[in-house]
Nanobody, 125 residues
Framework: VQLQAFGGGLVQAMGSLRLSCVAS????????MAWYRQAPGKQRELVAD???????NYADSVKGRLTISRDNAKNTVYLQMNSLKPEDTAIYYC????????????????????WGQGTLVTVSS
């Protein structure tokens, strides 16, 4: 699976950006997509993820400001970012994976992780 992310750039605080990530290749091997980010000097963190059926999950720091969505027909996941803050400055990475239920351990496990190249978002104060 190949992931191509784009849409980053420089924006002023309280501004908006929309990131897009297009998936191609063996798409049968994934069913969930996500956005992560990594700020300078910090570890990569989950921003939001979305399952094939549309269930979403957000980091507390972005709830109410960032919205993840997907267009399965276009194999694309989006991250609409509103009311941006300087602390949102980071490289944003697109991620795709397969979430499967394993009956032997009775839990969902994540496999088949794929990563895009990242797109830089800079929010000025």
């Amino acid at each position: 699976v190949q992931l191509q992310a784009f849409g980053g750039g420089l924006v002023q605080a309280m501004g908006s950006l929309r990131l897009s990530c297009v998936a191609s290749g063996s798409l049968f091997s994934i069913n969930s997509m996500a956005w992560y980010r990594q700020a300078p000097g910090k570890q990569r963190e989950l921003v939001a993820d979305i399952a094939f059926g549309g269930n979403t999950n957000y980091a507390d720091s972005v709830k109410g400001r960032l919205t993840i969505s997907r267009d399965n027909a276009k194999n694309t996941v989006y991250l609409q970012m509103n009311s941006l803050k300087p602390e949102d400055t980071a490289i944003y990475y697109c991620n795709a994976y397969l979430l499967q239920y394993f009956t032997n351990v009775k839990r969902y496990l994540r496999t088949n992780d794929y990563w895009g190249q990242g797109t830089l978002v800079t929010v000025s104060s």
